[in-house]
Each structure stands twice: as C-alpha cells, then as structure tokens.
C-alpha cells in the first residue's frame, strides 16, 4: 500500500475513489507500476525519443495524461468546457531544443502533470457521495464514470510508457 493509501473498509465512495486515483498515479496499484512510477528514471531525451513510427512519444503520453487531469477536475467543480480540440488532447511537443532545455522542458511538464494530479485529487477527496451521481457535460453520464474513467485512462497510458520503456532499453 502507498504511503498516502488508506484502508478502504471505513472510508466514503468519494474516498475509496480518491484512493484508487492515488493508487493509479503514485503506487499501490494493483495492476502493476503506477503511472507516476513509470516515469521514474525517465529523462527528457529519453520520453521524446519517438521509438515507433506514428506512436506517440513518452513525453507526448504525459502532457496528454496531464491535460485529461485537468479537463476532468475542470468538469467535476461544473466548469463549463468547449471540446478537447486535438491539440489541447495531443499538444505538440517543441523541437530543435538543446539537451539541457529540453530537461528543462521536461522537468516543467511534470511538474504540471503532478500539479494537475494533486488538483484532481483533492477535488475528488472533497466530494460527498450524492455528487458521484451528478451528472457531467462532455464526459460520462456521472461523477462517478468520469473519475473511473481517469483511473483506467491512467493504467493504460502508464502501460504505454513501460512498454516504450522496455523498447527503448533494448535497442
């Protein structure tokens, strides 16, 4: 169990799903590495570095993952919200950087996704139940499905990173 998971048996829905959004970010995750424990090690030459043709890269996996964070903590507080347009979904990533900028750049864009996690997580802590089953516009039909569905979009993605992580150690 992660050092911030807590026993389940005695806590609200909103809790227990805070929880299991804990588990998927930072560890304790029964499926395997977290996705914040994918990243560990990983550096900024290393997550652009775009190791399948047409795939998307580590890097671009993270700023994806961070903008869903906020769309989702944006939707749960009932902020009104355009589409996702492709680049807010993908955004580019910048090219032709030096090594030490593109650390830089990199240690910036986690330093968002954790900031972005830690909003969602404790806006999803604050909770109470009734408001699992409030209605969201622009995702799943309830509270609930949307912060499932950040769950599983988190499993996904961090098993992208650790496969392009094992493709990358193998060249």
Same mark, same amino acid.
């Given at each position: ?7 389940? !048996? !005695?806590? =609200? ?5 805070? +929880? ?6 930072? @560890? $304790?995750?029964? &499926? @395997?590495?977290? /996705? ?7 550096? *900024? ?10 795939? &998307? ?6 700023? #994806?993952?961070? =903008?869903?964070?906020?769309?989702? %903590?944006?939707?749960? @507080?009932?902020?009104?919200? #355009? ?12 090219? *032709? ?9 990199? %240690?910036?864009?986690?330093? =968002?996704?954790? +900031?972005? /996690? $830690?909003?969602? #997580? ?6 109470? +139940? ?8 622009? !995702? +799943? ?11 599983? &979009?988190?499993?996904? &993605? ?9 493709? @990358?150690?193998?060249?």
């Amino acid at each position: 169990m992660s050092a911030t998971a807590q026993p389940t !048996s !005695s806590l =609200t829905e909103a809790s227990r799903l805070a +929880d299991q959004l804990e588990r998927a970010h930072r @560890g $304790g995750a029964w &499926h @395997g590495p977290a /996705f914040a424990e994918t990243l560990t090690g990983l550096g *900024g030459m290393e997550a652009a570095e775009r190791l399948i043709p047409g795939a &998307h890269t580590a890097w671009e996996i993270v700023d #994806h993952v961070s =903008t869903w964070l906020d769309v989702c %903590r944006r939707r749960i @507080g009932g902020e009104p919200m #355009h589409a996702v347009t492709d680049e807010e979904d993908w955004p580019a990533q910048s090219t *032709g950087q030096s090594a030490a900028e593109s650390e830089d750049a990199w %240690r910036r864009d986690l330093a =968002t996704l954790e +900031d972005r /996690f $830690g909003r969602l #997580h404790a806006a999803v802590g604050g909770l109470d +139940d009734a408001q699992l089953d409030e209605p969201v516009a622009g !995702s +799943d039909p309830t509270v609930r499905g949307l912060i499932l569905g950040i769950i599983q &979009h988190h499993a996904y &993605h961090g098993g992208q990173i650790t496969l392009l992580r094992k493709l @990358g150690a193998a060249r």
